[in-house]
């Protein structure tokens, strides 16, 4: 008997990603994913939504980020680790999962420490495309690390920026942002300071990592009508804007209970007022009310906008025939014998012998490939 063939798991690796992304093109995957985010976003009632799971230590933090709908069940592995890029490691790394939620049986595994940050900034460029004051062209970059070219990207394409303004408290980030962004048509002003790249500027993105409650904005640099994409502020302890600037603000929040944990949000009172912005997608409520009002996106990163790139990067990858089928909870032939599966000969996912060694080259892999 054959394994059953609903039990194998798409895989698609770093490098697949990085394939999937080239091929693709950046910009396609950043309109691909918000899309897929708004479209999510305006069936939130028909998602089992919790806030994620946190495991803290002094280093950083480890989460687990699930949400299912009725047919699909997706969770995310992220950490957040702002000293790792002193040892050779990224602040973010993440993996995911989709599954059938008639089965359970995970279909697909995924890397998601790229498509964070593509998810990440599609969020952003989202929420600007809503909030923003219309014709804003100016964008204060604050935190010019990993996620920051991202960033820059979604809201020249979704959001109509085309200046930006840059700051770093380290020079080299700001200047490997500027390298890597020549050509995309965006002018860059780097800055010397927070208050310069922010003055003058119709939206500002706060885009740091720092493990402390670090006030990146004070209300005196904030100008009327500006909207505040604040992304660094996502865990307990971890924040960027001085708790005036969100008193002077309406803020909109993806998952309200995650955000009064972990958002900038967790400075305030209980009581204090904000909007989840699905609400503002599926037209329950106007956002922005007038010209002069200050908005704030308090981002924090919800599970949703991952079953939404999840879906995204199975979809594309399976049209480009990108990725494998890997045996990661099948094999086993009869499954009310789990046991008989370690006496007979060692079956691959289509149930057939396997080699006694699996080369796991590049080469490899392409003789296996998805399509179909
Ligand atoms: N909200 C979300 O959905 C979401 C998703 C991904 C990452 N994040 C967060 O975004 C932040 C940035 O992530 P990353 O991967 O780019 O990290 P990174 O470490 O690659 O870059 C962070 C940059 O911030 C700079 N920085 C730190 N303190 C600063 C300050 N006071 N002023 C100016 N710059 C400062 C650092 O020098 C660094 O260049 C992290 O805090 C991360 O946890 C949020």
Known sequence: ??????????????????????QHGLPACIAGVAQRIERDFRRWPLFVKSARIASHSETGVIELMPIADASEFSFKYVNGHPGNTRSGLPTVMAFGVLADVATGAPRFLSELTLTTAIRTAAMSALAASRLARPGGTRMALIG????????ALAFRDLAGVRELRLFDIDPRATAKLMSNLQGEGLVLRPCASAGEAVHGADIVTTVTADKACATILTPAMIEAGMHINAVGGDSPGKTELHPDVLRAAAVFVEFEPQSRIEGDL???????????????????????????QVTVFDS????????????????????????????LVGGVPDPKN??????????????SPRQASRPATPAALAREPLAG
């Open 266 to 292: 967790q400075q305030m009172p209980a009581d204090f007022a904000v909007t989840e912005f699905w609400q503002v997608l599926a037209g329950a409520h106007p956002g922005r009310a007038s010209a002069a």
């Open 300 to 327: 924090v990163g919800f599970a949703l906008e991952d079953y939404s790139a999840l879906t995204f990067l199975r979809d594309t990858a399976l049209a480009l025939g990108i990725g494998e089928r890997i045996d």
């Open 338 to 351: 789990l046991f008989g599966a370690l006496r007979g000969p060692a079956t691959n996912v289509a149930g």
């Open 1 to 22: 008997m054959s394994a059953h063939p609903h039990a194998t798991t798409v895989f698609l690796s770093a490098s697949d990603v990085i394939r999937l992304v080239r």
């Open 144 to 151: 010019n690390g990993a996620q920051s070219e991202f960033q």
